[in-house]
């Protein structure tokens, strides 16, 4: 049975914990947004626990946990070791049909980002599942303030295109404005690349993509648009810490 973790041994910090059995294998994978709080909870009286968690904790040899800086965090590497590891512990995420993925379509002309369950449409790139429904809208809002790709459906684009007026999320630059000219295709075409490689944890090149399109900018004398790249650019170094989440196709 896992000992509890000497006294203040566990820091207060968002992050994700794996308990491991006496082979080292992970057996369970869980996140918190303190993880001292939630780790704790698992060593109180065993007749207070689930039947099931309290077979986990007799099970389990070790207790380890990785931090993270929020918990949005917390939640893609949650996911991310339990579709690695596959724990036995863990129930969910066993079946991806029922879970929400975040979706990039490849097949349109400007491509979009929308949420689904299960990976049902064609000429779409798929990166999840998440584990919680609010962890993907939260990690989109966040991706979308960095690269602000549509997420509107074609009847609503091409109503903006006809109006010749961008929607709400233009104005608050969470859309870069492709259905009223307001981003070239090959801009645009950066934007959705610097999306998916984030997702996939290619963060190093979305750096150096963003810090040499500054870099030209400025140098143009674009200062409007070097500015925004600046914003971008202090975006990613604020969001999602470097996770490995694997994107997968369906064309």
């Not at 960095?146 to 109006?163: A, V």
């Not at 610097?194 to 900018?217: I, K, P």
């Amino acid at each position: 049975m896992v000992m509890r973790p000497p006294a203040g041994s566990i820091p207060e910090l968002p992050g994700s914990y794996q308990f491991k059995d006496v082979h080292g294998r992970v057996i369970y994978v869980g996140k918190a947004s303190n993880l001292r709080q939630r780790v704790s909870n698992y060593f109180q009286d065993p007749a207070l626990l689930h039947p099931r968690t309290a077979q986990m904790v007799e099970t389990a040899e070790t207790v380890e946990w990785l931090t993270v800086r929020n918990e949005v965090e917390a939640l893609i590497l949650e996911f991310s070791l339990i579709k690695e590891h596959r724990p036995r512990f863990n129930v969910r995420l066993r079946d991806d049909k029922s879970y929400p993925f975040l979706a990039v379509t490849t097949d349109e002309e400007w491509p979009r980002a929308l949420v689904m369950r299960g990976r049902t449409r064609k000429g779409t790139r798929y990166f999840g599942p998440f584990p919680h429904a609010y962890a993907i809208r939260d990690t989109l809002d966040l991706l979308l303030r960095t690269f602000p790709i549509r997420t509107c459906s074609p009847s609503k684009f091409n109503q903006h295109n006809k109006l010749g007026r961008p929607c709400l999320l233009f104005h608050i630059e969470k859309c870069s404005g492709p259905c009223v000219g307001e981003v070239s295709e090959q801009e645009y075409a950066n934007l959705v690349k610097d999306f998916c490689n984030f997702l996939d944890g290619d963060t190093d090149e979305v750096v150096q993509r963003l810090q040499d399109d500054m870099s030209l900018a400025s140098k143009n004398l674009e200062y409007e648009k070097a500015a925004r790249l600046r914003d971008r650019l202090q975006s990613v170094a604020k969001a999602i810490e470097k996770q490995q989440i694997v994107g997968e196709r369906n064309e």
